[in-house]
Each structure stands twice: as C-alpha cells, then as structure tokens.
C-alpha cells in the first residue's frame, strides 16, 4: 500500500520518491514473478514496469499481468468468476475477493461467466470488466522478445485472421499456433483453413520449393477438416510428391472433391510404384480418373487388367483400351461372361468380335455365346447375323454324338430354314436339317415352322394335317385353351395346351375345309384366370406338301360332295384308298 501511495501521489522527482524507487522495483519484480495481481499492484506495475527492463524472462510471465483485467461482481452469491477464451481450450477459474478479481483477458472473444457455492454456473450476472493497465507498448516488446508466448501468439492469429495470411511470415506464424497450443477445434479448423488455403494459392503459382513447406501439413491432425479442405491438401501433396501420404488421406477419408487431373497423377505414379499390382482402393481411384475422362495408357491398362463393374462401364473401358492400343489382357473374356450371365446383352456381339480376335479362346465361352445367340433368336424373336448359322451349321456337323447336340441349337437352326423361303439349300444341308427335325420330332417338339420344311424335308403328315397353335408365357405357370369349331359347335370347351420346350405350349388340332376354330388361351395368376392370348384359324391345304395327304384327299371328297361332283368324288375316293394301301405296305401293322 505505502508503494501504491507513493507512485499515485508522488511527483518522480521528490527525494523520498527517490529513496523508494529502487525498492519498489524490485518489488514490482517479485510480485510479477509470482504471478500476483491486485489493485495496489496493477499502480505498481503500471509505474515501474519499462521496455527497457524486459528480457526474454520477464516476458515469458509479463503478458498475462498486461491483459488483466478487473472484475467486479455485483451479486454477493456469486463465489468464482470462470474465464474462457473461445479459441483455446479448457478454462480457468479465479475466486472473487469482496466481489472482486483480477482475471487475465488474453482475447477479444473472452466470455466471463460466474459459479456460486454449489457449483451453479451464471453468464447473465451484472459485473463490471475494466483494464487493469494499458500498456501496449509493453505487449509490443515483449513479443519482440518472446514472441512464443501463448497469449502474445494468439494475440498476433487474430490479426492474421482479421486481415488474412499474406505473407510466409503469417502462415508460419498459424503453424506454430497450430502445433504449439491446445486451440479451440472450431478456431483450429478455422487456422487450418487458412493454411491450406495459402499453401493452395502458393502451389498453383510456383510450384518450386514447395516440399519444404509441406511438414506441418504432413503432420497435423486431418480428423478436425471438412473433406472439402482435406481434398485441398492432397493436391498440394501430390504436387509436392508426398504419393503415399495422398493416397492414404484418400483412402483414410474417402475424399471425393479432388481435382482430376491431380489424382492423375497420383493413380498413375502409384500404379508404377507397385507394379501394377491390385489394389482395391487404387483401382476405384483409377475407376474416378476414367469417369472424369482422363484416363491415360497407364489407368486404361490397369483398369484392364482388374477392373471389374458395371457392364456399361467395363465396355466403356475396353472400347477406350482397344483405340488407344492399349493391352486389354483378359478383360474381353471377363466382360463377355458378364454379358452372358446377367443377360445385358446390347453390345455382346461387338465384344465377342474383340474376343474372337485374341490369340487363345475358349470353347466354352464360344458355345456360350453361341447358345445366348440361339436364345435371342429363337425365344426372344430378334434378328441376328446370319454369320451365327454358319457356325452353328459347323458345331452340329462336327459333333460325333447327335443326341448331344444342344437342343437350342436345333430349334434355331430349323427355324432358320423355315423362314428363309428363297435361301438355296444343297443336298448336304438337306441331309443336315432331316437329321436334325427327326431329333426334335423324336423328343416331342412340334412346331408351326415345321410345316414350312416340307419343302425341304420329309415331315410327317399327322404334323402337316393339323392347325397347330402356339403360345409363349411362363414355363411355370400351365396355361389352357377354351375352343370352338364353327360353324358345328357353340359352346367352347376347355383343354390343357401341351408345354413342348421352355415357356412354349401348342395345342394341334385337325380342321376341315370350311372350319374355322375360334380359341381364347388362359392364365391363372393372383388375380385369377386372364385371358392372354385370342383368335382364329382355318384349314390351310396351301402348305407344301399337304395337297398330297390323305387328309387332302378327304378334304376333296367333301368338297366335291357339297359340289355334287360325282366325278371329283370318286377321283378323291380312288386317291384316299390308293394312298391307305400304300402306306399299309410300307408301314405294316400287327
């Protein structure tokens, strides 16, 4: 008190002031080496503190003591005021002496709460927050020489962040912030940001140099960044050539905003790095670079060899592969199996020419190719190249057991002969077919194109006598029909349709000249019986080789009847009979 007495009201030049003044420094230099502050020494400080006297010591304690300030409390429950600076961590609390403290404000975003006796927490108390000094110059000097001191760096962010980082000076000094103090996440995000945003600028300008300034980013804590910010610092990264670092803050992450022509570069330099070896993470990476439209030699040839997606992407990748000469490796082959599993069959028949064009093939995938063909053809009703038949012409003749011939492969081959009237056919092929429809017939399968072979080939005629018709559905769901013949029949009756391969049902029936048979063809399903299929049909007698049957010849018989042609009746009758005995000895039945 006799000090604070004496520097208030005391003029420097008194000889008592004088005799007191060497005293009253060396006390204001205990007291602040003891980190005390009060009122009595807040007047000792202000008065017997100089910059002369600070060295890097005195600086290393002074700050605080310089950013004191005084509070007073008003209400008397009040036992603690609690000081937290918003861009450090933690807090601290200081007790209230007569309602009064001396707390140190080390931030413009100091909050000052109060804490009763029971611990109960307060921020609306009314309180009165004054500057114990104002001592600027002092501040100045201490950071000149100490400028490690937490309150004096965080003091110098805060200018930083308030005009931005301008200079390597600035950016050093937020690192060091960074590393050194235990800072707020919201306010150390907030600094990281600014780094990497220089450090962004810095390598988009000049390049040079830059490895060295790449350790803080090497080493700080990513977890508190945004993607968008750590997206950032892997560019910088790989310009710096930090590869692996890049690569595991992708993966580490799972980074998405990054710039293409960045990962680039790493996914190219990576895949060199480890011998095109696979790698899951690296091969999405290269995966990203293609979609983006930068794929090189080096990414197509490593998506080539590994890469296994989407149908559309893989014929997106070997497309690219195959115009920029790159090698393809076994990707034709992968992607075909695909095509041929999943059924995604638009652009098969181009990569199957890509397959068909390597050096070494498999038979299996070949006939697999060749069955989807067939299947395309002859169940789906699509048109393919005519090429296919040659080939399956070749596999039919070249197999030694006939019994073993794909049954697909038969259906779409004499199909194919039925339906190409004006096609010119040898004797061998003629042979071929005959072999081929008794194997069908053999098995059961009856189709309407087969009357279309009589041309051909020799049919039987109870298949060239009948009206066959077909339905395509479900092989598990039974259809039936429901029928009449007009003009003799009113009523329709019901009858199952016969399932003669996969979801493919007939029904034959033997219509007369003048008989029309209007049918109407059922499903059951969950909602009961649906009508799928309708129509009418007629007797045909204008298909080949069916004017020469005996059913023919009854036909006649009745025409001529209703004519009363007594000659053309008896013409047909000498015909039928002629017809019966030469079959009767041909064919003999016990």
Known sequence: ?????????????????????????????????????????????????????????????????????????????????????????????????????????????????????????????????????????????????YPAHPVLKLRACEAVVKKGVETEADVLLLEDTLSQLKLNPVYEKKLLGLVTDYYCKKAASDAEGEEERCTFLLQMDKSLLDNQTRGKICEILISCNYLREAYDMLVDYEIEDIDPGKLLDLCTRMILLQLFDQD?????????????????????????????????????????????????????????????????????????????????????????????????????????????????????????????????????????????????VSEEEKKQLQMMTDILLEGGMVFPYMKELARLVSVPEDIMDKTILEYRGDKNRQPWIEMRILPQEEHFTREEMRRVYQGIYIKEMTLFKGE????????????????????????????????????ACLNQMSEALAQQDADGLLKAMEDYVKKSMVLGILFPVK
């Open 516 to 551: 029309t048979l209007e049918y109407q063809i059922y499903e059951r399903r969950e909602s009961g019986a649906v009508l799928v299929k309708e129509g009418r049909a007629v007797c045909d007698l204008k298909s080949e080789g069916k004017d020469n049957s005996r059913f």
């Open 280 to 424: 899951e993470h690296l091969l999405y990476l290269a995966e990203r670079v293609f979609e983006a439209g930068k794929a090189d030699s080096v990414i197509l040839d490593y998506l080539c060899e590994h890469y296994n997606g989407t149908t559309a992407r893989m014929y997106e990748i070997l497309i690219q592969a195959v115009g920029a000469h790159v090698q393809t490796y076994d990707m034709e082959e992968r992607l075909l199996a695909q095509m041929l599993f999943t059924g995604s069959c638009a652009r098969m028949d181009s990569v199957f020419e890509l397959y068909m064009k390597r050096k070494q093939t498999r038979e299996s995938m070949v006939k697999a190719y060749f069955t989807q063909k067939c299947i395309q053809y002859f169940l789906e009703g699509k048109e393919i190249d005519q090429t296919i038949f040659g080939y399956l012409k070749n596999a039919v003749n070249a197999s030694l057991n006939k019994e073993k011939i794909p049954t697909i492969y038969l259906l779409a081959l004499t199909r194919f002969y039925g339906e190409q009237k004006e096609m010119e």
């Open 1 to 145: 008190v006799l000090y604070k007495n004496i520097l208030t009201f005391m003029n420097p030049s008194d000889e008592l002031y004088k005799t007191y003044e060497r005293d009253m420094e060396q006390f204001a230099m205990e007291q602040l080496f003891a980190g005390r502050m009060n009122s009595a020494l807040a007047v000792i400080y202000e008065h017997m503190l100089y910059k002369d006297m600070i060295d890097e010591k005195t600086a290393a304690i002074l700050p605080r003591v310089l950013c004191s300030s005084r509070v007073k409390c008003e209400n008397s429950a009040m036992k603690y005021v609690i000081v937290r600076c918003e861009e450090l961590r933690g807090e601290e609390a200081f007790l209230l002496e007569n309602g009064e403290a001396y707390v140190p404000v080390v931030s413009k975003n100091t909050v000052l709460f109060f804490q009763d006796t029971y611990g109960g927490r307060y921020l609306n108390v009314s309180c009165r927050r004054l500057p114990a000094m104002d001592k600027k110059e002092l501040l100045d000097q201490c950071y000149e020489v």
